[in-house]
């Protein structure tokens, strides 16, 4: 990650405590989150200071190792923190992934907990390093690519999943263009994918989430990638509320459209989307909106008719005959439960 030049990760363990970069922030300020315990590390991931599928996992690996390090042999504390983390965000499966792997370690040694959290997070970037590596095979030179959400190394400890590729090709001097939905109603396209692509100096441009089709129908966009917050097990894919439409938009006009993830975000559990739970997010997030006012102070401001209700589901599920194929770690595969359970064995 490249951060005005300089290289972050989005999340780490410093001691007894989580650093993490306020994702709420960006892109106006540039600011490191320090949180204390496992309750605070929790609420950063309720209220998105992190957000993003891996980053999501690690955050909640190292809440687990936290609320270890408070619960002092206490295993009833650990269990109860356990609940709390598992209930912060519901869609994404890096979160259970972690709890489960750290709270197994815990119950041996507040120290294994801890090790374990780490673990978690090197294998974060290790992933996506993989699949920037893997992706990278599939863009030529003088490729348009649109992308959905933020699935770059925000949402990621590093490197990312769906701009991993991206950021590979580029430096490899491919010449990359990249469409960025704007990702209504939180804006993680407009804000934080933009923001990395600029830190990263990869022609880009923003566009409104209603675009897409627009722009694929006058031959601008050749693939689109996109992340996941949880893949099933026959290859249903759910991740920000809008991809599904990416992918029919991707089908109608024959553009391929993959989806990037590591294994850690396919569950074998899921038999199909309809197994997935979706988040539902508090209608203030389309109400309002925040940015800059002319003082450069943050402000919210109301952006809707005042007095209406608005509905705000965050992920909708991509059918897995829409998708040409996962980019994993350990290569690209087709998007179909032979694959996947051959890949994850
Ligand atoms: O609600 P968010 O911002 O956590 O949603 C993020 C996405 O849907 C991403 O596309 C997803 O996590 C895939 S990889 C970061």
């Known amino acids: 990650m490249n951060v005005k030049g300089k290289h972050y990760l989005t999340i780490w363990m410093k001691n007894e405590k989580v650093m993490m970069i306020d994702q709420n922030q960006l892109p106006f300020r540039f600011e490191i989150f320090e949180s204390k315990n496992y309750a605070e590390t929790c609420l950063a991931i309720k209220t998105m ?109 590093d490197y990312g999943s769906a701009l991993s590729p991206i950021y590979t090709a580029s430096k490899e001097g491919k010449n990359i263009f990249v469409y960025a939905d704007e990702t209504r109603p939180r804006g993680q396209g407009a804000r934080l994918t933009a923001w990395e692509l600029n830190n990263e100096n990869i022609p880009h441009i923003i566009i409104p989430d209603n675009a897409g089709a627009y722009l694929a129908s006058k031959g601008k966009i050749d693939t689109m990638i ?60 389309i109400l309002y909106q925040t940015g800059l006012d002319e003082n450069n102070e943050l402000r919210k401001i109301l952006v809707c008719s005042p007095g209406s209700k608005a509905y705000n589901p965050a992920f909708d599920v991509t059918p897995a005959s829409y998708i040409n194929g996962f980019i994993t770690e350990k290569g690209i595969i087709p998007a179909n439960e032979t694959a996947i359970k051959n890949i994850l064995s």
């Open 226 to 285: 996109c992340g996941a917050d949880r893949i099933a097990a026959n290859g249903d894919t759910a991740n920000k509320i809008g991809t599904f439409e990416k992918a029919i938009v991707a089908k109608t006009f024959g553009i391929p459209f993959y989806i990037a993830a590591p294994l850690s975000t396919f569950d074998i559990n899921c038999c199909s989307g309809e197994d997935i739970i979706i988040e539902e997010r508090t209608e203030d997030e």
């Open 49 to 157: 200071i992190v957000r993003g599928a891996g980053a999501i996992g690690a955050a909640a690996g190292f809440a687990m190792a936290q609320a270890f390090i408070q619960a002092k042999e206490n295993i009833l504390f650990a269990e109860n923190a356990r609940k709390e983390i598992e209930t912060s965000r519901p869609t994404a499966r890096n979160l259970f992934y972690a709890t489960k792997r750290v709270f197994d370690a815990g119950c041996i040694s507040t120290e294994k907990a801890i090790e374990e959290a780490q673990k978690i997070a090197e294998e974060d970037i290790a992933s996506g390093k993989m699949i920037g590596i893997h992706g990278n095979s599939l863009i030529k030179d003088n490729t348009n690519i649109l992308t959905h959400c933020n699935a770059g190394w925000l949402g990621f400890v």
